[in-house]
């Protein structure tokens, strides 16, 4: 018998096409999968089986039936809980919004259900997606299928585990300075931050609305460009959505994935290439054993500078807490969730965020506070803006020489759980490659480059495009994606420990 839980997204949908297969199959199979293994990964924070199973029924009569379906119709998906889904609790991993149900779905929610892709349920994430391993979630840790003592990666944690454990095969993200690509780098998948602007951030819980962007997960290139499909395009609801519609990835993977890299300039990015900062030797040799498969597809490789990366990271950890702090004044025991009565209002406003935030977000909402307020306003924020335009510029300078950049994705394979939790700078430390995509709106995509050969852990390799260039990611992350899977023999994602099903 087939097990479906280990097919692509795309060879599910075809096979539902041809009647090898229905939905409800596919969806019921994806959610024992999630009853057998889920108690140790505890990737998702609620489970909507009969939601889902409901999905998937009205898809298989209306492929009975002779309807024409959407691309993805059947595929069930798993949901970040960032993202607002009508009638499923949505807490974006927060004890202060435990219980709320939303009355409405954000945009993306609303683009799967019209996809007609079946909802398995809600995934672990850190608090507001302030964190890099699942650990600040209010609900516990999520733990990496690759070694359940390990990180998943944050804050989108979850989505990626779902992804690596085979709960799921595809899974929407967010990610604000990384939390898509870290989490795809330290399970072995697939993560895009799109450009910002593709996505609609309408019905997503906002961390900081300059940074923040949805985006596709999935186990491949090609699963990860059909989802992004399904969720972009310009929306009246998103102020800062783009006006433009959706790259043309799907045909973009397809087309790298005949591994012709011809004509293709790739800048690898010197600053963060390993030669300088704390990239461990696996990561690096696996980074550069890539660039080869690259060179080797036709690719021309060069070496390229971005100094202003240097302060990247300071900077958004000045901006994201000042955007942050603003953001979640909304949480105020008044409009969502939890409530603790103290008498009078400013009191009760008080002691539910004294009980309803986590230690992390209660040090970056006093750090924006203080950030932004009069006296120190143009020291810190004023300052970070312009790392912010410094970064922007070191980008436009590449891109004048390259089509795209790369680096890894993360300086190390995914720490133990517990061992960085109580050292927020070790923490921040993890997204020193990711940040600089956020800050200047462009899109990137992180995908497997292989184990290190020191602890047999998923290496991530990073590729960033200018903006609205996301199809860029998809041919050189199919051509590559190629490549690697003809040397592994299959999947790496197929090579993670088999987890004990209970
Ligand atoms: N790890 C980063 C942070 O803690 C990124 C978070 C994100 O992308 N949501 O801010």
Redesign the pocket.
Known sequence: MTDWTRASAADMAAAMQRGEVSSVELTQAHLDRIAGVDGDVHAFLHIDAEGALATARAVDEARANGEDLPALAGVPIAVKDVLVTEGLPTTAGSRILEGWIPPYDGTVTRKLREARMPILGKTNM?EF????STEHSGYGATHNPWDLDRIPG???GGSAAALAAFEAPLAIG???????R?PASVTATVGVKPTYGGVSRYGAIA?ASSL?QLGPCARTVLDTALLHEVMGGHDDMDATSLDEPVPAVVDAARDGARRDLSGVRVGVIKELSGAEGGFQDGVKQRFDEALEHLRAMGAEIVEVSCPSFEYALAA?YVI?PSEASSNLAKFDSVRFGMRVEKGNVERTMAATRAEGFGDEVKRRIILGTYALSAGYYDAYYGSAQKVRTLVQRDFDAAFAEVDVLVSPTTPTTPFKLGERVDDPMA??L??IA??PA?LAGIPGMSLPAGTAPEDGLPVGFQILAPAREDARLYRVGAALEAALVDEWGGALTAQAPELEVK
């Not at 967010?174 to 898509?180: H, L, M, Y």
Request: charged letters at 15%; hydrophobic letters at 25%.
């Open positions: 850190d997606a302030m964190g890099s944050g804050s989108g967010s990610d604000t300075g990384g939390s898509i870290q961390l923040d958004y994201l923490m921040y993890n997204d990711t940040i956020n």
